[in-house]
């Protein structure tokens, strides 16, 4: 039997057509396919500015640099997430610390957000900024999150890395409540690039300092010239950046890929419509659907309950001999051992961590077929036999 994986990108004809012409454009990098991506994410997100960069990790530490976070900040996250959530403030010289998950969304709990901020406020050891993720690609309680950011002043960077696609009470995910929403374009994620990542804001601030630390904190537009007597030659480094820029070659695939984000969006949906049916009476809790927000279906996470015969290893590990890639989304941030050594460990973020000893993604990509997900789901039903 074929291995089939958790996900994988979904490459064709007209994806290796446009790579192709844009190798052959006369532009590598920083050519005409870097704004023609950022415009067609903008309009398909609702948001005035998009910011390509290489990865959503290096979206994440500008998101952090353009919000001003650095020594003596603090930035709140989620502990279910990948890491670089977490890493992103660390870079700056910031402080993390984590807001437990709800555990049916598995997203960050808005009531232990507001219960935390309370806490904080008492103290006078408010967040500079808070991260929420929206996990699998469910968008997280946007609007009570804003509320809380404008009582006590803080900014939000949704890490929208699962969520391309997705809606929240009618718009886009990153259209509103966000200050910035960060994406990834990793080839498991809705849409790939290779690596890459964007950066939405409706912030015309926000979106010029993204843009000027995506390149060293260099400059050449005349009207931002700090010394305006030079010649055309001349540029000016304005603040400490870096070379997080994406290749022409990746825009080019970027554009193309997100002309079929429609057609992938259907295909998700649909199994992760099937997958409940499919998957009725096993000892499983399956993720929450909700009717203000839709979900864009990332990652299709099942949770291995005390019902069930075996445990989540067992289960896991008969799933991979069988040649089906389930994987662990995620063990949290705060018991990865570099983080144990800053001073995290068991019992601080319990939800997470019930959530996190019992999670197993399943396959879910738009090129999996019906017979196949019925199989990965056969599977299951055998591995969770005792
Ligand atoms: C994939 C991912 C990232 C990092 O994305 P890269 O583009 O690989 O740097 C960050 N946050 C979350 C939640 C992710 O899933």
């Not at 403030?89 to 910031?94: F, Q, R, S, T, W």
């Not at 068991?346 to 077929?369: D, K, N, Q, V």
Request: net charge negative; hydrophobic share 45%; aromatic share 8%.
């Amino acid at each position: 039997m074929a291995y089939i994986p958790y996900a994988t990108q979904t490459i064709d004809e007209s994806d290796i057509k446009a790579v192709t012409e844009a190798l052959t454009s006369g532009w590598l990098t920083q050519g005409e396919a870097i704004p023609l991506f950022e415009q067609a994410f903008a309009s398909l997100h609702g948001v005035e500015h998009a910011v390509a960069v290489c990865n959503a990790t290096a979206a994440l530490h500008l998101a952090c640099l353009a919000l001003d976070v650095g020594p003596g900040k603090t930035v709140w996250t989620s502990p279910n997430s990948f890491v670089a959530s977490a890493n992103c403030a660390l870079y700056c010289g910031a402080s993390v610390d984590f807001v437990d998950i709800d555990p049916v969304t598995r997203n960050m709990s808005a009531d232990a957000l507001a219960a935390k901020l309370e806490l904080a406020s008492a103290a006078g050891q408010l967040p500079a900024v808070v991260i929420p993720v929206h996990f699998a690609g469910l968008p997280c309680d946007l609007q009570r999150m804003r509320e809380l950011a404008d009582q006590y002043g803080f900014a939000i960077v949704a890490d929208a890395s699962h969520a391309v696609g997705a809606t929240y009470q009618g718009l886009p995910v990153a259209q509103e409540h966000a200050d910035i929403s960060v994406f990834s374009f990793h080839p498991v994620k809705i849409v790939t690039t290779a690596e890459g990542g964007m950066l939405a804001t409706r912030r015309a601030d926000l979106a010029a300092r993204l843009r000027l630390l995506r390149t060293h904190g260099i400059t050449r537009d005349p009207a931002e010239l700090e010394d305006k007597h030079q010649g055309a030659w001349y540029y000016e480094q304005q603040r400490l950046g870096y070379n997080y820029r994406l290749t022409d070659l990746q825009a080019a695939l970027g554009t193309s890929q997100l002309r079929r984000l429609a057609q992938f969006q259907r295909r998700r949906e649909a199994l992760a419509a099937r997958y409940p049916r499919l998957l009725q009476g096993l000892p499983l809790a399956l993720p929450a659907v909700l009717p203000d927000r839709t979900h864009s279906w990332h990652l299709y996470v099942v949770e291995v309950t005390d019902a069930a015969a075996v445990d989540r290893a067992t289960a896991f590990a008969r799933m991979r001999e069988a040649g089906i890639g389930v994987n662990v989304h995620y063990t949290p941030i705060h018991l990865q051992p570099y983080y144990r050594r800053l001073g995290f460990g068991p019992g601080m973020f319990p939800h997470a961590e019930a959530y996190g000893r019992r999670a197993m993604s399943i396959p879910l990509y738009p090129t999996l077929s019906d017979p196949q997900q019925e199989e990965v789901v056969a599977t299951l039903r055998r591995a969770l036999t005792a």
